[in-house]
């Protein structure tokens, strides 16, 4: 990735954090953005290669022009925009959430991607070129119940890179990442708890650790994917394909 600036939304921790640090280990530049400017300016301060941050709420689109301002006047271009950040402030059954909590999945989840990604193609991607990487989930493929409009979202998600991958080629390739259960601070209540049990049932005897999904982003980031758009990669250990029981 020399020569290249990916910017990267949920970067502070997790999945997000290992993207950047992939990238930033691989030649790129790279924003990293998120709430918090401190878990930001840690977060950087462990990573090889080139890096800036930027504090902005992924779901406010005031913020998030702010943020892909700052990187194009920081850079000089995007190349690479990875829509990471996503909030999950319910568990329960769907029929049962409230609609604030229920707007705010939406926000983050679903409209943020859409709306970071008309920034940047209206910042540079539309005259340049270069990649947009949504992180969906696996939960947008299959069901979990308990967290059923989180699920919701990643569904959608992935529908809106198939229809962004129409729209924004040849010179723009958009695809996703689903991936399966990652052991984050995100997702702790669903694995922590059970961990070597759940293990023993995905093919590949363990759960997702965040580089994994990094390794993932980098080859849908640079030129090894060239002739791929509008997909989504399941990286889940072979989970979906388990025999049943």
Not at 12 to 34: D, E, H, N, P, Q
Not at 84 to 92: H, L, Q, V
Not at 122 to 127: C, F
Not at 231 to 243: I, K, W
């Amino acid at each position: 990735m020399d020569g290249k600036v990916a910017l990267v939304t949920g970067a502070s921790k997790g999945i997000g954090r290992a993207i950047a640090a992939t990238f930033a280990a691989s030649g790129a530049s790279v924003m990293l953005s998120s709430r918090k400017q401190d878990a930001l300016d840690e977060a950087a301060s462990t990573m090889q290669g080139t890096t800036a941050t930027f504090a902005a709420n992924a779901g406010d689109p005031e913020q998030a022009k702010a943020c892909v301002d700052a990187a194009i006047e920081r850079f000089g271009r995007i190349d690479v925009l990875v829509n990471n950040a996503a909030t999950n402030p319910y568990m329960g059954p769907s029929i049962d959430i409230d609609l604030g909590r229920y707007d705010k999945t939406m926000q983050v989840n679903l409209r943020g991607p859409l709306v970071w990604t008309q920034l940047a193609w209206n910042a540079w991607l539309r005259d340049n070129g270069g990649a947009v990487i949504n992180i969906a989930s696996v939960g947008g493929i299959g069901i979990e119940p308990s967290i059923g409009i989180y699920n919701t979202t990643k569904a959608a998600l992935i529908y809106l890179t198939r229809t962004l991958a129409t729209e924004l080629a040849p010179r723009v390739r958009v695809n996703a990442i689903a991936p399966g259960l990652v052991k984050t601070d995100m997702a702790r209540a669903l694995w922590e708890p059970n961990e070597e049990a759940m293990a023993k049932r995905i093919p590949l005897r363990r759960l997702g650790e965040p580089d994994d999904i990094g390794r993932a982003a980098l080859f849908l980031a640079t030129d090894l994917s060239s002739w791929i758009t509008g997909h989504t990669l399941v990286v889940d250990g072979g989970a979906l394909v388990r025999p049943n029981g």
